[in-house]
DNA sequence: AATGAATGAGTGTTCATTCAT
DNA sequence: GATGAATGAACACTCATTCAT
């Protein structure tokens, strides 16, 4: 009956009409501030500007809005474009890579897309799985791919350049993002973060150094 | 108007009647499983094999019943006992803790806690606030004492010990907890939590071992 | 299965049991505060000092104790004395009868068995008509029997006594029983009673006073 | 939050939509019929041939409909055209308008709004408040008014025309209204009704003549 | 394509009533 | 008799979804 709604047709590089932009914004705005079963359809289409109806003219229901959402903060995160370039310093890149992603993290304003995915994970599995493999799982590859090179140049001694990075990204949390996810602290601020990485990059160093003989 | 539910009335150390302790487990479950939203009293009712009547019972409304569920939780995972005699050496304390503190993050069967409330801090900020001060923040500080009494034993060279133990909890996660949350990867194996506890507490030590001059 | 509620076996006479009594108490004020619907079990079992179990001993059901209250309010307004003695000049008798009658229709403090009983005589046509008949058709009567016996003495010409008692009546009601029951003025000063029931007295007399040829 | 129902965004005149005016229908039967507790949303959906769903498009929420109903039968009564042209004869107007005013108290078919609305009065005292105003008050205002005239032409004595409307009133209910609103006795024949104010107007006429000196 | 009126299944909650103690 | 814990049917209300226009 439905012959397959406009999204589905969609080629790749096809730019947005403009309704189904209106909505995907109105609608990422309003999942991300009151989470899937907070957000209510007749919301999202006022936040949009369109009428409950259209909703459904370019999404199937609530679910493929919602993945729709998840998948374009996905591909924008995984867009994400840190300096990796092998021939920086590791001290240097590991900082600068550290603010930026505590910023994504922590991000103000609440609606955070992380808090939104980790929340419907367990009843939407493939749209938690698809968020980490695409954002965090990428984020860490990258990472880990600039710290081989530096392992091969011999700067770093690490065994497991992902779990490394992984290592990393989660220091680079510590005392920041529990407390502001858990809505226990006020968002951190730019001090904070810099000493936290700061503190980070200096263990990991501590860590990862390879030992003179 | 209402003198007060049951619950209110329950006298420390009382032990639950048995139907209060049946809704408190079904509740449990259905609560963990399907987010504050995802659940229905009626759900809850079923699982608890009690109407959904005695549920407003004991307890008021439904934010009442999550309430109570969590602060049990609270309670319950703020009552966790570990092993912090400041006499025993460092490693071997870090290395139970983490494991410990893993068990607790990545528990089997799903439905995890920490992620419910995570999903509703936003929302409901003192039920998310109350779950990380009294269980996250007081497990930071238990380590960070037991730290500071390392530190004072010259064992350990560390600034901020409240700091230091929230970065050692974080780097115990590291390719454990994300995966597990979005649902990106089984529960890990117990020998590669030791693994990663293992990393975790060598790059500690190597972070904040006394520097001999 | 029910072998008869003891309100049912009660002999006429024989004085209520204390918590017979007491429920009938605070069932009344419930009732009449918030009328048959607005009342719960709950809130009466509260008012009356006694579990919900309780009330059941005593009475059937909800609409059963609401009869019991109004039969009980509606043989006490049943009884009320008034001084019909056929010996009283008719302007004094009137006068008396007036106050006391508009005393009893806006009775302050809200909860009016009138009221409530007017509210539900649609679906309850018994309780309705009971109330009526033994309160406002016995009153008419009364002041009827006086009348007559007025009339018979030549003091005045009654076509029909029953019906010119009941327009003295509502004439007694003039500007206060309305504006009082649909909350439109506050209930009226005794002042004003006095004068509304003086006018009220002449306009019947010049009514009915017998024609001098 | 929500920018306001259909009906708050009617211009004056503009005619009800069709559902809207089903809607009023229903509710008002069912309302009538059962007063505001015993009359449930479903029942009134059935009655006015709409979904559930569909009363809440249209009011939003149950006390909003009924104060709806009331509002229009408040300004249909209010609108009730009487014959009080200065210059008619004062028994002629009295016994026309009486007979108007019998006939909308006891209207058959039971349901009557003056008893809903009485009975609900002291929860919603602006409903009972704003009903006798545009509805009762009004009417005696506009009698009273026709009162005066003739006052000023010498034809009646009068102190206090307002109350001697609200008396004049009141009598022409003597033996019908009450029996009608209790259930007591099924409506008056129209015969009944033109001798109460036949007498009424008689009774009138005795009290408020000019004494001739 | 876009609307928005209409739906009805589902929600949280209340409450008259029952019954084991 | 008296209790109060327990029930489940009913309620007001919400909201994802449909469909005629």
Chains 1, 2, 3, 4 share one sequence.
Do not use: W
């Not at 679910?63 to 474009?81: K, S, W």
């Amino acid at each position: 009956m439905v012959a397959g709604h406009p999204n589905t047709l969609r080629l790749a590089g096809e730019e947005d009409s403009s309704k189904r932009r209106q909505i995907l914004d109105g609608a990422k705005k309003v999942f991300m501030d009151f989470g899937f079963d907070g957000a209510s359809m007749g919301e999202i289409a006022r936040a949009a500007g369109v009428s409950k109806g259209t909703l459904y003219v370019y999404f199937a229901d609530k679910n493929r809005l919602f993945e729709a959402i998840v998948e374009e903060e996905t591909l924008e995160q995984g867009r994400l474009a840190f300096n990796f370039d092998p021939g920086r310093d590791v001290p240097t890149t590991l900082r600068e890579f550290g603010q930026a992603y505590i910023q994504l993290l922590c991000r103000p304003g609440g609606g955070s897309a992380i808090r939104t995915v980790m929340a419907i994970a367990e009843r939407m599995p493939d749209v938690g799985r698809r968020y980490y493999e695409n954002v965090l799982e990428k984020m860490i590859g990258r990472l880990a791919s600039y710290l081989e090179a530096r392992v091969s140049m011999k700067e770093l001694a690490i065994g497991d350049c992902q779990f490394a990075a992984s290592q990393f990204m989660l220091m680079c949390q510590a005392s920041l993002f529990l407390p502001f996810i858990f809505q226990a602290a006020p968002p951190p601020s730019p001090e904070r973060i810099t000493q936290v990485i700061e503190s980070a990059t200096q263990m990991f160093l501590a860590g990862y150094r390879p030992r003179d003989e």
